[in-house]
């Protein structure tokens, strides 16, 4: 299969809607990552999607729409549901409810729920008004890689794999949206995002965080969200984590990474500073342009060949916890402490 890249423009957007009315797949820009969509509706459309990513079968989907009317066909709508998309759709947040018998069960991976999100993007808008029905989408990206922030992304995994892809430029957030469970009354956040505990909890009143969003699940252990089961997010590299003070840091990193040229040293602007030998690649100024920058960054390095990633840990607060959740799972939660590394190779 030849697979088209096509500007959203009018002509863009009548062929996508075309293809997703016929069964086809799309990928399309939203504004926090690419998605691979097909019509909710349509079984066999959203099967191809599994296959296409090569994605486990027992990992939901997430149905787009417009917004709460949208939404409502697809499930039962709850009062903290109606608080959360008011103050935050269209936009980078996912809601979980209890599915309607009208969206199939393939969607959401047999499990009783939906997860539904208005995004923001005006391409991804424009699509799901073509179409009139929810687009089913998980990033494009084949399991297992990082999510694509740009079209050329998504053609490296998908290319041959489908028929269109909507390319519109680089994504703004760059990380996928956060996940919240509002089947009940207090918000639970299942994947951190952009969208922070703290902005959830100042129009909820309350938010909680899943303790499995910082933690590796056990074999067996009832996972949530499914997705945080899988190893995800992974760069080719072995990525490890590196937590604790600029100085231990700094040692740390000076005794794994020193003049080695397949090796990264990923950190924010301003720290490890002046540190030789290092090829240091800049998250940017702060966490929210780490989460731009993250996934764009691990598939540099896969290109360049890198063996080795190393990245100095970000503070867990405001959007620096859904950067910190991503790098967590693409390291296999592998964290060196520094000080307890410098204490052990200390001579
Ligand atoms: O920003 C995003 O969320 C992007 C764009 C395309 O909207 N989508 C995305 O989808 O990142 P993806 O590949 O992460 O898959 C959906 C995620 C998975 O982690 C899945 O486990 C979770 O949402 N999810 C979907 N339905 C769920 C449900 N009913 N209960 C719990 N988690 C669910
Ligand atoms: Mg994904």
Redesign the pocket.
């Known amino acids: 299969m030849q697979t088209e890249l096509m500007r959203p423009d009018e002509l863009g957007i009548f062929m996508a809607a075309d293809l997703l009315r016929s069964g086809g797949l799309v990928a399309f820009p939203?504004e926090?990552?690419?998605?691979l969509g097909a019509k909710v509706y349509n079984e066999a459309a959203v099967a191809a999607i599994f296959e296409a990513k090569g994605r486990p079968a027992d990992?939901?989907?997430?149905a787009?729409v417009l917004g709460i009317t949208g939404a409502q066909e697809c499930g039962e709508w709850t009062p903290l549901a109606q608080i959360l998309a008011s103050a935050f759709w269209p936009g980078?947040l996912?809601l979980?409810i209890r599915r309607k018998p009208i969206i199939p069960r393939i969607v959401?991976a047999g499990?009783d729920?939906?997860?539904l999100?208005a995004?923001s993007h005006p391409v991804a808008r424009a699509l799901i008004a073509a179409c009139g029905f929810p687009i089913a989408?998980?990033?494009a990206n084949r399991s297992g890689r990082p999510?694509p922030t740009t079209a050329a992304h998504v053609m490296d995994d998908l290319a041959g794999r489908i028929p269109l892809i909507l390319d519109g430029g680089p994504s703004e957030v760059g990380l996928?949206?956060t996940?919240v469970d509002a089947t009940g009354m207090c918000p639970l956040v299942?994947?951190p995002g952009s969208i922070t505990p703290q902005m959830l909890a100042t129009v909820a009143g309350e938010c909680q965080v899943a303790d499995s969003v910082m933690r590796q699940l056990q074999e067996g252990e009832y996972a949530?969200?499914?997705?945080m089961r899988h190893k995800h997010y992974a760069p080719m590299a072995r990525l490890t984590l590196v937590e604790g003070e600029d100085e231990a840091v700094k040692r740390v990193l000076l005794t794994l990474a020193k003049g080695r040229a397949d090796t990264w040293v990923l950190a924010l602007d301003g720290e490890l500073r002046h540190t030789e030998g290092l090829r240091f690649k800049s998250l940017g100024r702060d966490a929210g342009e780490a989460a731009h920058r993250l996934f764009y960054l691990l598939r540099q390095a896969d290109e360049e060949g890198v063996q080795r990633i190393f990245v100095k840990a970000l503070s867990p607060e405001g959007v620096g916890l859904a950067v910190m959740n991503r790098l967590a799972r693409a390291s296999g939660f592998d964290i060196i402490q520094a000080a307890e590394f410098n204490n052990q190779h200390h001579h």
């Open positions: 939203t926090t990552v690419y998605g990992n939901p989907l997430i787009h980078p996912t979980i959401s499990l729920t939906i997860a999100r995004p989408a998980p990033s999510s996928e949206s996940v299942l994947r949530p969200s499914p997705g």
